[in-house]
């Protein structure tokens, strides 16, 4: 049974993300009053991809063809110790929140590696760019974490999503900041509007399409799908930590679907929001990402210390 | 209690008078015919207090004591004499059209305005009252200093307004703590602003309370003291506006800001026991003094000058103060006496000297003596009672504050003495080729009536060389009340 | 351990209110346009009356519904209206100030709060009101008031840094004491009231003496003058 568990929650992942990506796209067309591809289109790009052959510059070193398949087992092992539908998962144990971190991490180093291996101009500028927005994203990510973690008292994800399913309805300043400070980074890290836009084909604008650029076949195909499994991992992680009603306290079948279907509204909802978001924002200078990070790291810092300051004692 | 209100009602009956008839030829004389009254309702309360002793009203709003009283007498007196010089000196202004009519009025009516102000900081129970009056003697006179519109005095009265402002606020956090530390003493009789209440339980106040509010409030009334390093708003503010201003700021303002300090250092002495508050006040008034005394080296601008002497001797008497004991009060009470006088006077005299040389900077001021020769004796006199030459009372006091550190802390003495030299020395650099020197073109003598100056000076001389019985029974007991002992 | 959970609803939204008043005090500091700037400071202001409310409700005091009226007419209404007329009237509502170094601006606002909080620990152990965590950010929003003054050049800004330190006052007053007493509050608001009258008045001066409101440009008054 735990095994069972432990491999579902990572195919959940794997196969859920690409229809989060489709449904993304599929509002942000209606919203323009286009007609939107199926919401599907997403699976079949993938399925394309695979079949077709990869071709690799002669000059490639190890690191270009491995990249892909690191990064999509990173990624694996990222959603493998999210709690998505149930809280005591096989894997919350080890669900801690700076082993989160330390996942995505290594994707991405190995992703601005791959960026620069080839030695392509554009490679290596948005290696560059990515390597300053993930350097300015992540302390941000780790402070509004470690304000939720303060008042948990663990960073284990599963602990903490127990202790606020347990607290009740608390209106707590530390939390509103800290989940202000978490979509500001999570639309860095994710790539969206307003500080990368991921449908441009203008090269000098792009920030992670640059690094890929020269990828093709089932190399693409990983990336591209590593990229739709870390937005969802993403819309989880804020949906549980910060709104956990409705997720699986037991292990009972009804209970796991009813966590289902929870989780699968609550990415909707988020996947809407996003997309009007994006419609309504237009994309940043890149030399205002550094403001923007700042200010996203000013909001979680300020959670923390409405947490010091408020909420203690 | 009557002559209290009649005080308080006089000025304020005064400023709506002079709000419509402000502009008139005799708005001037009703200033004077105003402060006289003042006057002598003030000293109507004076013998009242001293015959039946400390006095609060009903509810307790108001309270007036030995400390106060001669205060608010000193107050009402220097008000009356500064309005008697400020008649024909505005007369003067504008009639060579520095000033407008609107502006006349509008400094009339706050002539009057900030003496109610004065008043009612000096007469309150209340510490959350004395702080709303003394930031409305702020709002007062700040329009009055930028009276001439020009740039520099525009600067002046807008860096007066923003660094008090903010100063004072300091002090609004410092009350709120001293109201929470009311409250905490679980006694329900102490949850009140009333000094009179917080001094007769101030061992119940929690120290800790005590002593952070007593920060916040030496920082925020101290910036009206002109504490070094909070000073910077007060040469420009004193010399920018008009002479009479000058010199109802240096005699008065300061001096109700160092007594608000001296009531809340009473406060936290009776709660923390410690002699912090004390080493707080003796640090930045040395420091002040210090500084003061440096900075009167570098002055090019005669009122200017003058300032940076008043931060020096607010710094001698906060310094005093901060010393405690019956000595080091009784200096500093007296202190606050004389400079007020002494001040006042020199700026009178320095108001009609800028009139007779069209200029206020030094090195374009000289001769006096020879060109209106009351006015150079004046300035010569006065300056030397500033600096501290025996017999005026400036001497005594400064002697007895010696006395004092000796006594207490022998190694700040050559600080002290070494202060008061490079004060000396720094003014009559300056002052010397002021009074004598040759008389450039274009200095013509102008109408003064010096007889002001002449009365202060004189009451100086005479508190240098015998002490009148009256004031020094007030001052005794205002030392009694502060420092717990006789002097002597 | 946190004790948030065991307080009442109301209490928590005082809590809540001020951490947004805190951000506001923050947001004010990055504000480019002085519009804006007024804006956010009518909104801290609406959120402190807010705030006040609330406390009457808890502490039955009834005396500081009263207190919240007039923060909400004179901080909330009256003084943004006079700042944007005037504002308007100076013709300086297309003026954007270039922030200096605003990283470092947050970061001093940061070390602040943290300052501030430090400060009043003791206070706050002592107090048994429900809003005394809120002493610290009442004494955080007075010093970014001052850090507000401090990195401004124009003229309203400061004032608006001047106001939002009597709102760090005033809430000051209402969180460590359940507010001051009536003719204090009255005798405060009064002179808040006036300073903010003279300083419209003084707006005028100062334009029409240096043509603008840049405050770096009154600088004739220094020791250095000859």
Redesign the interface.
Known sequence: MNGLLATLEPLLFIFISPLLAGWIKWIKCRLQNRRPPSLLQPYRDLAKLFRKTPVVASHASWIFEATPYILFASMLLAVAIIPSIAVHLPTASIADVIALVGFLALGRFFLILAGLDIGTAFGGMGSSREATIATLAEPAMLMGVFTLAMSANTTNLAIAIDYVLDSGLVLRPSFVFALAGMVMVAIAETGRVPIDNPATHLELTMIHEAMILEYSGRHLALIEWAGQIRLMLFGVLIANLFFPWGIAETLTPDALTKGLAAMLAKLMELGMLLATAEMMLAKMRIFRVQDYLGFAYLLSLLGMLSHVILEVG | MIALYVLICIPLAGMVLQARLGDSRAAGSWNVRINALSFVAALWLAIEISNQGPTSTHGGEFRVDAFNVYLVLLTAFIGLTTSIFSAPYMENERVHGRVTAKRLRLYHSMYQGFMLAMYLVLTTN?M??L??AM??AT?AT??LV?LY????S??????Y??LC??GI?QA??G???L??AA??TGDPATA??QWSVLFAHAHAL?P??MS?AFVFLLVGYGTKIGLVPLHNWLP?AHS?GPTPMSAILSGLLLNDALYAVVRCKMLVDGSTGTQMAGYLMMGFGLLSFLVAAL?LH?Q??IKRLYSYSSIEHMGIMTFAFGLGGPLATFAALMHMTVHSLTKSAIFVTVGHAAQVAKTQQLEHIRGLIKTQPAIGWGLLIGTMAIAGFPPFGVFTSEFLVLTATMQQYPWLTPLLLLGIVIAFSGLFHHIQPVVYGAVPDGQMPVEANLWPVAAHLLLVLWMGLAIPGVLSHWFEQATQTIAGSLPL | MNDLIHHPLEEQAILFIAALVIFSSFLMLAQKRLASLVNVFAWQGLLLALATALSAHTQQSPHLYFSAGLNLTLKAMLIPWMLSRLIVKLDMHREIEILLYPSITLTAAASLVLFSYYVVLPIEHLSTLATRNAIAVSLGVILLGMLLMVTRRQAIAHVVGFMAIENGLFFAAVSATSGMPMVVEMGIAFDVLVAAIIFGVFFFHISSSIDSLDVDRLNRLSENES
């Open positions: 209340n959350g009252f702080w709303v930031e409305g709002l700040v329009l930028s519109r020009t740039p520099e525009i600067e002046a009265a807008w860096k307004f923003i402002g903010v606020a609004l956090f009350t709120v703590l109201y929470f409250g905490q009140s602003l929690n800790q309370v952070l420009d920018e900075f570098r090019k601008d």
